[in-house]
Structure formats: structure tokens, C-alpha cells
């Protein structure tokens, strides 16, 4: 289950997050992102959840504004994607309390900070809300206390 | 449930209000987004970020700038970068926040850096001393943000510096920091296996962990282990079966469930695991049905991550060996599947059936109304996958209507990847199970459009060899060269300015060789729709050297016309065009000349290509005599180019392709890609080092081997032409019942629906009662093998003249066939064994051959292909019980007996046959023989070896296919496999099939596995040879590895050792120092250096290939443990 790549980009194709698993010159990435958000905006409503890139699978979902976008392998199985992109819109939501497109645009290092706790070299590290959370905010205490 | 998270998401508004306590934005952050949104063109977005940009790099470079403000920078420049500005200015301060700043400053800066640089920038060296510093930190938030920065962004140069440390990070007390450290070995491995190598005892510790994350991460890392060698790890079956267990049994922490799912991610990677351990393997397997069927029991709710692992579990369920019973209710889970009205269910479901028809094709049958719905889906995804699981279950019966299918989607289809694999696909489809000459012909015309010149070259090359090679009958060859030839003269009749060049290509080339099978078509015609084609500008310069060969074919005759077109190019620019137009005049006037450079009709089998290029040795010798300087090989040459830069002496590179030299007339004889073993079939490893004299000499070879596999056998398959009229007929009646079909009625829809159903199934099941409109003519046969005339002769010859003198004759004629000559080339009247079957020598334009009559097992073997000229099984009718393996290498061939070999290991068994294994090692490849024994007390019938393996080619092979194999006999068919690519571990897998009944087949896999330390060969040079390459290579590693102090000499006993288990060359030992050399089979060296360093080896290795110096540290690594 490697995760090439995640982005996070608007409903206007505005990229707000990126992470990439592999590494890649720049000037691809730049052709991954532009690709992406051309191929899943033009999803028709109703089609499913996953499309064919090149040879990976792409999976990717919709929160409000938001389309959570990641490229998985052949032979990965692509619903657990969609729970992973869940749980991290879960984690998110716990986090920021009620997420919006707008929090991840002010805070979006935040938004690494917990990914970096959820997954690990495209892999999934820690699956407990409770457990990302108490790391996060460790880190954030801190923060707390110098200030 | 997603939609508890939409509602909370589209909140959007109070967004300010809504900052919980940590999350405060500082104020130029937020500015700059907000006037960003603002914004309302992209031009106006670029001034602000230049504005921005050059704030940033202000700052930055102030002394004045605190660490604080620049955290908050970092974040400003990130965000740059996020809108694809480049900010590579701030990448060094990245580091040294991470550096110097606090806690909370590294945080910041750890993320710029993995989101800054890259693998391989070279500015993460500089990071390496922070991440060390703060891997020994007391601080457990800084050894975790060092660790998540080097799981995530370094390469594998920096590992070892980092390794001892994170090693230590596996025995840490807090479970995070553990996890943590399990997953960055998990990635180093990944990147450098053999780094990792000496800590797999900790990987198991890991597994045992008592926190299951910890223990979960581990698995990421078994999943790998496993996968590249599963035998290996056979005896972990039980605790993961127990893990499994225990997870479904909620023996977890709440914690770890996910929507009340316990665990769902581990499940998951269990059964993945568990699906590798089981396949192929009964006793493991039986391990794990208990679990298997709880897990399909358990996973009932209506979730999605239950769907998930029930996909995983139905796949396992497959994968392993076989149970009945689980088999059932798997099948049953994918109907819930494909049914559900959900479409991402429904995109699994046919994933999961796609997977599962390769075993058990009825099932198609059950879902066919679902997924003739797939098929007309609005979903392009759905669709897509519809259509991978049709090719998996297409037959010659349905081959028209899911072809059909197919051409359909590519046409709406502008996806270049989607194209590519697609009509490849529809080209092996074609050539497998084509009904007609026509149909075949105008499919592969399609195919050659819409495929274009995006097709992968050996589509072409495939279709022409298969006209050009021919099958048994040449009546029917021709009748299926002249289809072409017409169809051809059609299309080019048209509207041509749009056609692919690789079409045109095909088309020139046809018409040039078979043009004169069309008696009624005037030559004139012919030659001025090629010679318009020239007038094209589209057309480009490679297809006119296309066309002006395919002219020069054409029959004399026509001179006036020849002669102005080449009058005309005479003058041109290309000077590749005006040669050919000098060939072209030249030969056309003088027809003695032509028909010698291009006999028509000539045999394939005839060309003969001497690799070694001796042929050439007089006039090497001559230009020597004459001063020439002697030929250099290129590393050499590049050498001495360092050495003298003060000239350009680069030669210019080649203004014309290699295929066109002057040889050129009788090479377009194959334009094929080059034959995989030809490259390496040259005496001097330098030859198949230098690409460019390959490429010259093997034009003209016959590729045997193509991707899927040995190609006479396929074309055996392929060609239409055989027994027309039985494979024409079901087609005809097809479309017969087609045209009736159409029925009255008003639903016609669903009618059509039923008939599609009815042609796209037709052939899958047993029996008329599941196909819907119940066909049940008897399939022909779907592989239509060209006859074989003299298989009843030949096996009741073998009765009759069998004799004492087996083992003598057996010794002759493998002599006479095994590797005279390496390549699949071998010489014509050796191969000729069949004077007693004539009919089998003509059709393969063999010459007799006068010495068969010493051989008296010929006539056991038969030849499946018109031209498959190396398939000798050598059977030897010996006394020995076939079960005792120790006797089984005294049956290899007279001249394999003296190569070293592995000990013989038993490959699979059943009570018919047994097979068992021996690996030869010879200099240019790895052979592997399989020895196949009957243990029954009769006579078992057809008996056929396939192997594959995707890492591996093979470059050739004998006796996989015999007619009989006599009661109580053993076999020997043997592989030669090269490796082109280094890779750890290679998995072979294959099948036997075999009659012991007539009709009645039956098929027995096998795998094994392979390592690399297999295709390593010693390299003999002297030391000024080895200084000199050294200094031409330019990939290298070093690294510590064990010395063996136990006896002697260590450096010498190491190296020893080393050599013992690696066939490495030992070149010179000098006091401390000793350099080592060896090659991947005949191809890329790789050299060692070693040197006693303390208690350790200090190991230096330097190949031109880049990854062979990781692969062969490896191997000395274990080779060194298990000493």
C-alpha cells in the first residue's frame, strides 16, 4: 500500500496541499498537479471515486470545497484509500475543531505536522485518532510554553 | 458517515473565530493569502508573489532576523512554493533553522526541508549532522521529527550515516519513537536492501512487539521480506494466523478501531501477507482457512473499510491453494460486489473478478448482465476495467465481439497511456485467437491506426514476423499475405496523409515483399501508391527508407519508373535517401545482381548471422597491416578522452541509423527489434558491451522470444490460416445467429443486452444452462497449434528403433545441438535430425542432414512451430528410479555435464510426474534445468514446460515440449536465462501440463526462486586492466563489511570465502589491500576492492551499471554471514 503521492486542491484547482512519497524532479510534480486537478475536476457526479493515471490508480474524494486527491499502485485496494483520505479529513476535523477549506489554507503547516504523524513514507504509521492527536499536540504544547 | 464531515467542512464562514488555541496565523501570512484571494488575475497573483518573494529573500539575508521571524518565513515561502513559485533561495535557511533554531523552529524547518528538497539535493548533506544531533536528543519530540525527516528525504548515500542510530531507536522505551524508527528501516529498505541486511533478528523483535503499532509498522516490512521470498518466512504463518485472530476477536484497544472495524489497516496487511505465505503451498494454506473464513464471517457491516477487507480476503481466498468451501462463499462476496448499486463496490467487484476469472472463468458467466452494464457504463473507469476483465476471458468464440469492444473505447479514448496498454492488448487478442485471415488483417489495420505511432514496437514487428515466418502450409500462408496485401492497396488508395508512420511502415514493407502474389494488380499500381506516399511531406524520412526498400523489391520490369523516382532522390538532402536511391538504381538494372541480394521467397531459417563477426577478421588484419589502429573498446576510448581534453575527439554521432548501412537491402528483411540473445552471443564480452556493432550484426536475426514468451509457440497459436474452415465456421455462425437475432419485440434493448451476453460469454462455461441464449457448441480449440504431421509416426518410430544404444545417441545428438552456436540461430544442418519426417524439413526449409542416422531418438521429439528449430527435448529412456535426485545430473547432456551446477532440488511433485531443478552455471548465462520424471507405469502424453518470470529473459530453451514421455522416464529441458537488471531475488513460477488420458489434461505449477549471486560470473583480467577500468567506471559503494578471522591469512580467507560463494576473480592480493572482479553473466562489470580496516573489510565497488554494486554487496554480506 504505497501512496506515490497526496494533494489537497480546491474545487477551483488551487493546490493546497502537497506530499509527495517519491521523490520527483520538480517539473513533474508540477505536470502531476496540473494533471490531477484537470482529470478529477472533470469527474462527472456519480462516477466513481478512482481513475486510471498513467500506471496508477488515483484515488480521490470531495469534502465540502475540498478534493482530497491520492495515487496509489495497481495492485493497492483502493477503498482502503478512501478511508485513509477519511481519517485524515477525521483527524483534521478533530484537530481544528469543524474544518474548513480556510483552515487548512491559514494552518496548512498544521496540516502536514498531522500527516506527517498519520502516515509515514506513503505508508500508514498511526491509525488512532487519540494517538495523533496526543503527538500533535505534544509538539504544539511546546510551542505554549515558549511563548 | 462522510456526510457528518461535509456538513462540518462547509462551515466555511468564521473562519477567524474559529482558531483553536495553537493555531494562531501570523500577520503576514495571513495578509499575503488574503490579498491573494483577492486577487483576480493570474498576472496580478505573479507581481504579489514577486513582491513577496523579494521581502523574503530581504529578510533572510539580515543578520537582524531572529529565528522566530524566521519560522514564520519558512511558512511564507512554503506557501510560494505551494502556488509553484520557486523559493530555492530560502532552502539553505531551511536548514539552518532546523538547525540552530528551538524546538519549535526545527519543527518548521524539518518540514520545509521535506517539502523543499528532494531526494539526491545535494543540499541534504548538510542536514546530516542536525539529524544526527537530534537523534541522540534526550527531547523525544526532536528524535521524532529527525526520524520523520529521514524516513522521508534521504538517499541512499547518507543511510549508513544515520543507520546505527535509528537501529538503536528499535529498543527505545517510548512505542512512538520505536514505530517511528521501524518505518525509517522500512524506507531504507526500500531504497537500499542491503543496508538493512545484518537487522532482520530486529525486525522480528519488532513483530513481537507489545504495542501493536509498533507491531503493525513491522508488518510493513514482512509484506516486503515476504514478498520477495516467501519460503523463507513459511514458518511465521503461525503467529500471524494468531495475530489475525486475535485482531478479529477485538483483542485490540478500542483504539485501534476504525468506524467499530477492529483494526482494519493491520487486517488488511495480515491477510496480504498471509495471501503471499499461501500460495502454492497446501500445507501452509490449510493454516490459514479457519481465519480466513472468520474474517469473511466478521466483515458483515455495511462499511466501507469492511468492503475493503473483504476484497483482501477474497483475494487471498484465491490465491491460496484452493478450498472448496471458501472458494463458494468468496464468490459469493463478489456478486454482493458487483450487484451493489454502489459504484465504487462495483469498480471492485470487477477488479476482484478480473483477479479471480484467471482461476475460475464460470464465474464471468454468473455476473454477465452486470458487466455488459459495466461495458455501457457513462463511468470511463468502469468501463476501462470492464474491459481488462473481458481480455481476461476472451476465446476464439467471443474473440470478434469483445475486440469490437475494445476498438470502440480506444476510439473515444485520448488517454496515450490507455491507448498504449489497451491496444496491445488488442494486437495480442488478434494474433491469438483470430477467426479469419480478413478479420484478422483488417483488426491489426485498426490496431495500427488508432495505435499509431504511440505503439509499442514490437506490435509491428510481431505482425510481420508472423507473416514473414509463415506456418506449415504455404498455400495458407500466402492466402493470408495476399488478405494483406489487398487490404493494403485499399487503404492506401484513400486518404493516406493521416496514417501512422509505423502503419505506413507495415504496409511498404508487405507490399513489398508479397506484392507479387497479387497477380491481378498491376506492379505499376503498386509501385506509384508508394512512390506517392514518398511525395508526402507527413511521411517521414525513416518510413520513405521504408518504401524505397519495399521498391526495390518489387519484381523488374518497371525500370523506367524506378529509374526516375531514383533520378529524383538522387539530389536529396537525406543522405540515407539518396544511398537507397543508389541501391535502388543499381539494382534495378541489373536483375542478376537483385536476386541474389534479395531472393524471394528465401527461408528465414536461412539467414545465418555470425555474431562474432569473423567473417570481417581478414580485412581487420589487412587494415592493421596497413596501420590502422587497433579497435578499442568504449570505455577505453572514454578514458583517454579524460585524459586528453584538449581536443574534441568525440566522434559525431550517427547521422544515419545503424540499420541503415550498407547492408541495409537484405536487412529489411526483419525489421525487427533485436533478438535478446544475439547481444550477448559474441566471443569478446566487449562485443555486446558496445551497442553500436550489436545492433549492426543482428539485424537480421529472428527473434524468437517475444513478451510473452517463446514466439513460434505462439504463432503456432497465432496465424489464422490453419484449418480455415473449422475456425471460420463458429464465426460464421455467429454472425449468422447475430443477423437472425433481431427480434421483434419491444424491449429490444435488453434483448441486445442478452446477445451481446450471449457472444461475450459464449465458451466460458460447461454447460448450454448458464449461457443465456445457450450455445453450446463444442469451443474449438482456442490454442490452434499447427498440425503436427509426423507425432503418430514419430512416437510409434521411437518404439521400434529404440536401442541399446540410447544413452550413446542421446550423448550425439545433444552434441550436435546444444550451443554450438549460443544464439537460437543454429546452424542449418544440424538441426535436421528429421530425415524421417519430410514433410517437417521442408516446411522449415532445413537441409538434410546425413548423421541422423546415429540418432535414434529424433523422431521422439517433434517441432511445434514450422521454425521453431531449438526445441530438442532430449529424452532419455534411463533405468533409474526417477525419484532419487542425486542420479538426476548424470542425465544432463554430455557437454553440460562439466559446467558447475547447483545440487538438484525437487520442484513439485504429483503422482504422475515429478520435477526437479538443477542450476548450471555457464559464462554467458544461468541454465536451469528441469528435470520432468514420469512416475507412473504408463506412457504420459504431451507433455509441455512453460516458465516465467518477469525479471529474467530467456534466451533459450530445450525439450519443454515433448509428444511422450515414456513409463518411469525422465526428461531434461533446460532454460537459459539471463539477467539483464540486477535484481535480489527472482521468483520463478511456472506449469507443467501433461496427458495421461487422451483429452484429458491435466497441469502441475512450480516455482522457485533465484538469487543474483546466480548470474554473477568471475572476470578475469590482470591488474593493469583492472586499474584501467576502475578509473572508466563510475558508479561505486563502499562499505564495512565482516572479516573472517578464523584461520590464516583474514584478508585472504575472506576473500576466499567470498569467491567459494559468489564465483568471484580474486585479481591480486598486496598486503592489506585485494582487488576482486566479476560480471553480471557476460554483461556490465563490477569490481571490488578490499582492504583490512581494523576488525573489518572495507569494501569498494564500482560497476557502470547502478545498481550491480548494492546487489553484489549483498550477496557478500550474506555470504560472509553464513560463513
Not at chain 1, 493546490?15 to 472533470?42: A, C, G, H, Y
Not at chain 2, 543522405?575 to 536483375?591: I, N, P
Not at chain 2, 459464449?762 to 497449434?785: D, H, I, M, Q, T
Not at chain 2, 589491500?1073 to 581494523?1094: F, T
Amino acid at each position: 500500500m504505497t501512496m506515490h503521492f497526496l494533494l489537497l486542491f480546491s474545487r477551483q484547482g488551487k493546490l493546497r496541499l502537497q506530499k509527495w512519497f517519491l521523490p520527483l524532479p520538480e517539473r513533474e510534480r508540477k505536470k502531476i498537479v496540473k494533471d490531477m486537478t484537470t482529470m478529477v475536476l472533470s469527474r462527472k457526479p456519480r462516477t466513481c471515486n478512482f481513475l486510471h493515471w498513467k500506471d496508477l490508480k488515483i484515488v480521490y474524494k470531495r469534502y465540502a470545497s475540498l478534493y482530497f486527491c491520492c495515487a496509489l499502485e495497481n495492485q493497492d485496494n483502493e477503498l482502503l484509500a478512501l478511508e485513509i483520505l477519511h481519517r485524515y479529513v477525521e483527524l483534521l476535523d478533530k484537530y481544528f475543531g469543524n474544518v474548513c477549506e480556510l483552515d487548512i489554507i491559514f494552518n496548512f503547516e498544521k496540516a502536514y505536522f498531522i500527516l506527517d504523524e498519520f502516515l509515514m513514507g506513503g505508508e500508514i504509521q498511526e491509525t488512532s485518532k487519540q494517538s495523533i492527536a496526543k503527538s500533535v499536540e505534544a509538539s504544539d504544547m511546546l510551542q505554549e510554553v515558549r511563548h | 458517515m462522510s456526510d457528518v464531515v461535509e456538513k462540518t467542512l462547509t462551515a466555511l464562514p468564521g473562519l477567524f473565530e474559529s482558531q483553536t488555541g495553537a493555531a494562531k496565523i501570523t500577520n503576514r501570512l495571513r495578509q499575503l493569502i488574503k490579498s491573494i484571494t483577492e486577487l483576480t488575475s493570474k498576472h496580478e497573483e505573479e507581481n504579489l508573489i514577486k513582491r513577496e518573494l523579494s521581502a523574503i529573500k530581504e529578510q533572510v539575508s539580515s543578520p537582524n532576523t531572529t529565528m522566530k521571524q524566521m519560522r514564520e518565513i519558512m511558512v511564507r515561502a512554503m506557501y510560494c512554493e505551494m502556488l509553484g513559485y520557486d523559493a530555492s533561495f530560502t532552502y539553505i535557511h531551511a536548514i539552518k533553522l532546523a538547525q540552530q533554531g528551538g524546538v519549535l523552529e526545527k519543527r518548521v524547518g524539518y518540514l520545509a526541508v521535506s517539502l523543499f528538497l528532494n531526494e539526491g539535493h545535494e543540499l541534504l548533506l548538510l542536514l546530516v549532522n542536525t539529524v544526527l544531533k537530534d537523534l541522540q536528543s534526550t527531547n523525544l519530540i526532536e528524535v521524532c521529527m529527525a526520524l520523520t525527516v529521514v524516513a522521508q528525504v534521504f538517499p541512499k548515500d547518507m543511510i549508513p550515516a544515520v543507520l546505527p542510530l535509528v537501529e538503536d531507536k528499535l529498543s527505545h522505551p517510548k512505542e512512538i519513537i520505536r514505530r517511528k524508527a521501524v518505518l525509517a528501516l522500512y524506507k531504507f529498505y526500500l531504497i537500499a536492501p542491503n543496508q538493512v541486511q545484518h537487522i532482520h533478528a530486529k525486525f522480528c523483535k519488532a513483530l513481537s512487539d507489545k504495542d501493536p503499532g509498533v507491531m503493525a509498522s513491522s508488518l510493513h516490512i514482512y509484506l516486503q521480506l515476504i514478498r520477495e521470498s516467501p519460503d523463507s518466512y513459511k514458518d511465521l504463518t503461525g503467529s500471524f494466523v494468531t495475530i489475525l485472530k486475535q485482531v478479529l476477536g477485538g483483542k485490540l484497544p478500542v483504539d485501534f478501531n476504525y468506524h467499530s472495524v477492529p483494526a482494519p489497516w493491520l487486517q488488511i496487511q495480515l491477510l496480504r501477507i498471509l495471501s503471499l505465505l499461501g500460495k502454492e503451498d497446501q500445507s501452509t494454506s490449510e493454516l490459514m482457512y479457519e481465519v480466513l473464513d472468520e474474517s469473511l464471517r466478521r466483515a458483515e457491516m455495511n462499511h466501507n473499510i469492511t468492503y475493503a477487507i473483504l476484497y483482501e480476503c477474497v483475494k487471498a481466498v484465491y490465491t491460496i491453494h484452493p478450498k472448496a468451501e471458501l472458494l463458494e462463499k468468496a464468490a459469493r462476496c463478489i456478486g454482493n460486489f458487483v450487484l451493489s448499486p454502489k459504484i465504487n463496490l462495483k469498480y471492485l467487484g470487477l477488479k476482484a473478478l478480473t483477479y479471480v476469472v484467471q482461476h475460475d472463468a464460470k464465474l464471468a458467466l454468473q455476473h454477465q448482465m452486470t458487466i455488459i452494464e459495466c461495458l455501457d457504463h457513462s463511468d470511463f473507469t468502469i468501463k476501462r476495467e470492464t474491459l481488462e476483465l473481458l481480455f481476461r476471458i476472451t476465446n476464439a468464440q467471443n474473440v470478434t465481439v469483445i475486440v469490437e469492444k475494445m476498438l470502440d473505447f480506444l476510439r473515444s479514448c485520448n488517454d496515450e497511456h490507455t491507448i498504449i496498454h489497451l491496444i496491445g492488448k488488442v494486437a495480442e487478442l488478434a494474433e491469438k485467437f483470430a477467426p479469419d485471415n480478413s478479420w484478422f488483417i483488417q483488426t491489426m489495420n485498426d490496431v495500427f491506426s488508432i495505435g499509431g505511432d504511440l505503439l509499442q514496437q514490437d506490435v509491428p514487428n510481431n505482425f510481420l514476423r508472423l507473416l514473414a515466418e509463415g506456418s506449415e502450409s504455404k498455400e495458407e500462408d500466402d492466402q493470408l499475405r495476399l488478405y494483406a496485401v489487398e487490404s493494403y492497396l485499399t487503404v492506401l488508395k484513400g486518404h493516406t496523409s493521416h496514417l501512422p508512420q509505423c502503419f505506413l511502415q507495415v504496409m511498404s514493407w508487405v507490399l513489398g515483399e508479397y506484392a507479387h502474389l497479387q497477380e491481378s494488380v498491376d506492379r505499376r499500381e503498386v509501385i506509384r501508391l508508394l512512390t506517392q506516399l514518398l511525395d508526402q511531406r507527413s511521411v517521414s524520412s525513416e518510413t520513405r527508407v521504408w518504401i524505397l526498400s519495399a521498391l526495390t523489391k518489387i519484381p523488374e520490369g518497371q525500370t523506367d519508373l524506378i529509374l526516375d523516382l531514383a533520378e529524383s532522390l538522387s539530389s536529396s538532402q537525406d543522405t540515407v535517401l539518396r544511398q537507397q536511391a543508389q541501391e535502388l538504381r543499381h539494382l534495378s538494372q541489373d536483375s542478376q545482381l537483385r536476386e541474389w541480394v534479395l531472393p524471394r521467397g528465401a527461408p528465414w531459417d536461412g539467414i545465418e548471422v555470425d555474431s562474432s563477426l569473423s567473417f570481417l577478421d581478414g580485412f581487420v588484419s589487412e587494415a592493421l597491416a596497413a596501420g590502422a589502429a587497433p579497435y578499442k573498446p568504449p570505455h577505453q576510448r572514454q578514458e583517454e578522452l579524460c585524459e586528453d581534453r584538449a581536443l574534441n575527439l568525440e566522434p559525431y554521432s550517427f547521422s544515419l541509423p545503424v540499420s541503415l548501412s550498407s547492408c541495409s537491402i537484405t536487412d529489411r528483411q526483419s525489421p525487427t527489434l533485436l533478438s535478446v540473445s544475439s547481444g550477448l552471443s559474441g566471443n569478446s564480452a566487449e562485443l555486446s558491451q558496445k551497442a553500436g556493432s550489436s545492433t549492426l550484426i543482428l539485424e537480421g536475426v529472428k527473434r524468437v522470444w517475444g513478451k510473452d514468451g517463446y514466439l513460434p509457440q505462439k504463432e503456432a497459436t497465432a496465424p489464422p490460416v490453419d484449418e480455415p474452415s473449422a475456425a471460420v465456421q463458429p464465426a460464421s455462425q455467429q454472425e449468422a445467429a447475430e443477423r437472425i437475432e433481431p427480434r421483434p419485440e419491444p424491449s429490444t434493448q435488453n434483448q441486445d443486452k442478452q446477445q451481446l451476453a450471449s457472444s461475450l460469454f459464449v465458451g466460458l462455461g460447461v454447460g448450454s444452462s448458464v449461457s443465456l441464449l445457450g450455445k453450446s457448441e463444442a469451443p474449438p480449440p482456442r490454442f490452434r497449434k499447427k498440425p503436427r504431421p509426423h507425432e503418430s509416426s514419430s512416437s510409434s518410430g521411437t518404439s521400434k528403433r529404440s536401442s541399446d544404444s540410447s544413452s550413446h545417441s542421446s550423448r550425439n545428438t545433444t552434441d550436435s545441438f546444444l550451443y554450438g552456436s549460443f544464439p537460437e540461430e543454429e546452424p542449418a544442418t544440424s538441426i535436421s535430425t528429421f530425415d524421417h519426417t519430410p514433410k517437417s524439413t521442408t516446411a522449415n526449409g532445413l537441409s538434410q542432414n546425413k548423421d541422423t542416422k546415429e540418432d535414434r531418438h529424433a523422431n521422439t521429439s517433434q517441432i511445434l512451430g514450422g521454425d521453431m528449430v531449438i526445441v530438442r527435448p532430449s529424452t532419455i529412456q534411463d533405468k533409474h528410479p526417477p525419484s532419487v535426485s542425486s542420479d538426476l545430473t548424470a542425465l544432463l547432456p554430455a557437454d553440460l555435464k562439466d559446467l558447475p551446477h547447483s545440487d538438484v532440488i525437487s520442484l513439485t511433485s504429483d503422482p504422475s510426474l515429478s520435477l526437479s531443478s538443477c542450476r548450471l552455471f555457464r559464462d554467458e548465462a544461468l541454465l536451469l534445468v528441469i528435470f520432468i520424471s514420469n512416475c507412473t507405469e504408463t506412457v504420459i502424453k504431451d507433455v509441455a514446460v512453460q516458465l516465467t518470470c518477469e525479471e529474467l529473459k530467456t534466451a533459450s530453451l530445450r525439450g519443454n515440449v515433448m509428444d511422450c514421455l515414456e513409463a518411469r522416464s525422465t526428461s531434461v529441458c533446460h532454460y537459459a536465462l539471463l539477467m539483464d537488471d540486477p535484481h535480489t531475488n527472482v521468483s520463478l513460477t511456472g506449469t507443467v501440463s501433461y496427458q495421461t488420458q487422451p483429452g484429458h489434461t491435466n497441469t502441475l505449477p512450480f516455482s522457485g526462486t533465484l538469487s543474483t549471486a546466480d548470474f554473477i560470473r568471475p572476470l578475469v583480467v590482470t591488474t593493469e586492466e583492472y586499474g584501467k577500468l576502475w578509473l572508466s567506471l563510475s558508479h561505486d559503494v563502499k562499505q564495512n563489511l565482516k572479516l573472517l578471522t578464523d584461520a590464516g591469512d583474514p584478508l585472504r580467507t575472506t576473500l576466499n570465502a567470498l569467491k567459494d560463494a559468489l564465483q568471484l576473480h580474486v585479481v591480486d592480493i598486496i598486503g592489506s589491500e585485494g582487488i576482486v572482479a566479476c560480471r553480471l553473466l557476460s554483461g556490465a562489470p563490477c569490481l571490488l576492492h578490499c582492504r583490512v580496516n581494523g576488525a573489518a573489510l572495507a569494501m569498494w565497488l564500482r560497476s557502470p551499471h547502478p545498481a550491480l554494486p548494492d546487489f553484489i554487496l549483498y550477496h557478500c554480506q550474506r555470504a560472509l554471514a553464513h560463513h
